[in-house]
C-alpha cells in the first residue's frame, strides 16, 4: 500500500499506533503475525513484549507493529485528611460529592415550561479547562457544619500514582500480545514470522531463555514462552485437515480400484499419476504468481479422483484388448491410441470450466490446480500409465 509510509509517519509524531487493515479471505484472526507471550511474572512479561516489539521493528518489511501493552499514565487520587476535615466539621461525602458534581456534572433543578413537553434539567458542570485543572479543583470550597467555606486544598491530600495496566488472558493463563503485518516483495507473513523466530532465537542465546512454539500452547506456565498465533495458526490447521482429508480420499481410491481389478498392485500403477499432478500445480503458481493457498489444496484433492478416472479408462481398455486376444504390446499401443482422444477433451472441458473463476481472488488457487494439474497430468497419464502397466506385466510374465 502506497500510503502506509506516510500514515505511519503521521502516527509517530503523534505518538499513535496506525494499521492499515485489510479483510483477510479466510477466518479472521487478530493480525496476520501475533506473537502471545506467557510466564510466570506479568511485569517481566510485559518487559519482554517491548524487547519483542524492538525486534520486530528492526525487521525488514514487518509494518503496523502494536502490542498489547499499555503506554504508561498517571493519575491523581485526592484523600480527604480525615482529622482535619472533622476538626473543621467537614464530612468526607461532601467532598466526594462535590468533586463528582465538578467532574461529572450533576442536575441540581428543573425547569419547566408550558411549551415543553417534558421539563428541562438545570446542570451544575465545570468548564472542560477547568476539570484538567487539578489547582482549580482543589480550589473548589465544601460548606462546614457550622456554615463556614473551607478549600478542599486545606482538607486533601494530593498522591500521584500510575494507572493499573489491563492484564489479558488467554485459556485462563495471563499473556502479552505482540503483533504486526508483513509488507514488501514477500507479502506472506509466514516469512516474516519465520525470520522473527530466528532473532528471537538470538535473544534467547544471549541470555533470555525464550522457548518459542508453533502449533501448540505452553505446558509450563512457570517459564517464559512464546507461541506464534495469528494467519500462521489458520494456515497450519487448515492445510493438516486438508492433508488428513486428502490421506483419507487415496485410501478410499486405492480401495474402489482394488474392488474393481482384483488386485493389490495393479491399483499402486494406476495412482502412479496423483504424484504427478505437483508437476503442474506447483510451476503454475510460480508462472501466475499467486500463493498455494487452501483452495490450492482442494484443486489437489480433486485432481487425485481426475487423474485416477484417466487412468482406470486406460487400464481396463488394456485388460479388454487382451481378453480379445491381443498381444500385451499392441494392447498398450492400441489403448493409448483409442483413449487419447476422449481423455484430452474431458481434460479439456474440466480446464475450460476452471478458467471462468481463475481471476476470484479466493477460488483462483482452485482454478490453478485444476487448469495445470489437468494439463501436466493428462499428458504425462498418456505416457506414464502404459510405460508402467507394460513393465509391470512383463514383469510378472503376463504377455498375451
Given amino acids: 500500500l502506497g500510503v502506509r509510509a506516510e500514515l505511519a509517519a503521521i502516527g509517530r509524531e503523534f505518538g499513535a499506533s496506525v494499521k492499515i487493515a485489510e479483510v483477510p479471505p479466510g477466518?479472521?484472526?487478530?493480525?496476520?503475525?501475533?506473537?502471545?507471550?506467557?510466564?510466570?511474572?506479568?511485569?517481566?512479561?510485559?518487559?519482554?513484549?517491548?524487547?519483542?516489539?524492538?525486534?520486530?521493528?528492526?525487521?525488514?518489511?514487518?509494518?503496523?507493529?502494536?502490542?498489547?501493552?499499555?503506554?504508561?499514565?498517571?493519575?491523581?487520587?485526592?484523600?480527604?485528611?480525615?482529622?482535619?476535615?472533622?476538626?473543621?466539621?467537614?464530612?468526607?461525602?461532601?467532598?466526594?460529592?462535590?468533586?463528582?458534581?465538578?467532574?461529572?456534572?450533576?442536575?441540581?433543578t428543573y425547569v419547566h415550561q408550558a411549551r415543553e413537553r417534558y421539563p428541562i434539567p438545570v446542570r451544575l458542570d465545570l468548564p472542560v479547562s477547568s476539570k484538567a485543572d487539578l489547582d482549580a479543583l482543589l480550589?473548589?470550597?465544601v460548606r462546614s457544619q457550622g456554615g463556614q467555606r473551607v478549600p478542599i486544598s486545606e482538607i486533601a491530600n494530593v498522591r500521584e500514582v500510575g494507572w493499573d495496566d489491563a492484564v489479558y488472558h488467554k485459556d485462563l493463563l495471563p499473556v502479552v500480545f505482540v503483533t504486526a503485518d508483513m509488507a514488501g516483495r514477500l507479502d506472506s507473513p509466514l516469512y516474516g514470522m519465520f525470520e522473527l523466530s530466528g532473532k528471537i532465537e538470538e535473544l534467547a542465546d544471549a541470555g533470555t531463555p525464550v522457548e518459542q512454539r508453533y502449533i501448540s500452547q505452553p505446558e509450563n506456565?512457570?517459564?517464559?514462552?512464546?507461541?506464534?498465533?495469528?494467519?500462521?495458526?489458520?494456515?497450519?490447521?487448515?492445510?493438516?485437515?486438508?492433508?488428513?482429508?486428502?490421506?483419507?480420499?487415496?485410501?478410499?481410491?486405492?480401495?474402489?480400484?482394488?474392488a474393481q481389478f482384483r488386485?493389490?498392485?495393479?491399483?499402486?500403477?494406476?495412482?502412479?499419476?496423483?504424484?504427478?499432478?505437483?508437476?503442474?500445480?506447483?510451476?503454475?503458481?510460480?508462472?501466475?504468481?499467486?500463493?498455494?493457498?487452501a483452495t490450492s489444496m482442494i484443486?489437489?484433492?480433486?485432481?487425485?479422483?481426475?487423474?485416477?478416472?484417466?487412468?482406470?479408462?486406460?487400464?481396463?481398455?488394456?485388460?479388454?484388448?487382451?481378453r480379445e486376444g491381443h498381444a500385451l504390446e499392441d494392447a498398450v499401443i492400441r489403448a493409448s491410441a483409442v483413449?487419447?482422444?476422449?481423455?484430452?477433451?474431458?481434460?479439456?472441458?474440466?480446464?475450460?470450466g476452471a478458467f471462468f473463476i481463475l481471476d476470484d481472488p479466493i477460488f483462483n488457487g482452485l482454478a490453478i490446480s485444476l487448469i495445470f494439474g489437468i494439463l501436466v497430468s493428462t499428458v504425462l497419464t498418456l505416457i506414464v500409465i502404459p510405460i508402467l502397466f507394460y513393465s509391470f506385466r512383463?514383469?510378472?510374465?503376463?504377455?498375451?
Fill in 299 to 322: 484443486g489437489m484433492i480433486a485432481l487425485a479422483g481426475i487423474i485416477v478416472r484417466n487412468s482406470i479408462l486406460l487400464v481396463d481398455f488394456i485388460l479388454d484388448q487382451q
Fill in 339 to 352: 483413449r487419447a482422444k476422449p481423455i484430452m477433451l474431458t481434460a479439456l472441458a474440466a480446464m475450460m
Fill in 263 to 293: 488386485s493389490y498392485l495393479l491399483p499402486l500403477i494406476i495412482m502412479a499419476t496423483i504424484p504427478l499432478s505437483i508437476i503442474g500445480v506447483m510451476p503454475g503458481h510460480a508462472i501466475l504468481g499467486a500463493s498455494f493457498t
Fill in 139 to 141: 480550589a473548589l470550597e
Fill in 27 to 108: 477466518p479472521p484472526v487478530m493480525s496476520p503475525i501475533v506473537a502471545e507471550i506467557y510466564g510466570p511474572d506479568y511485569e517481566e512479561q510485559k518487559l519482554l513484549g517491548r524487547r519483542l516489539e524492538a525486534i520486530f521493528r528492526d525487521t525488514p518489511d514487518i509494518v503496523d507493529i502494536d502490542t498489547s501493552v499499555e503506554a504508561d499514565a498517571t493519575r491523581f487520587i485526592i484523600e480527604v485528611d480525615r482529622q482535619r476535615a472533622a476538626l473543621l466539621g467537614v464530612p468526607q461525602q461532601r467532598v466526594a460529592g462535590i468533586l463528582q458534581m465538578a467532574l461529572n456534572g450533576e442536575d441540581v
Fill in 394 to 400: 512383463r514383469q510378472i510374465g503376463v504377455a498375451a
Fill in 221 to 258: 506456565p512457570y517459564y517464559f514462552s512464546m507461541k506464534w498465533d495469528g494467519e500462521w495458526q489458520i494456515t497450519y490447521e487448515t492445510f493438516r485437515d486438508m492433508g488428513l482429508a486428502y490421506s483419507v480420499g487415496l485410501i478410499l481410491i486405492y480401495l474402489l480400484v482394488v
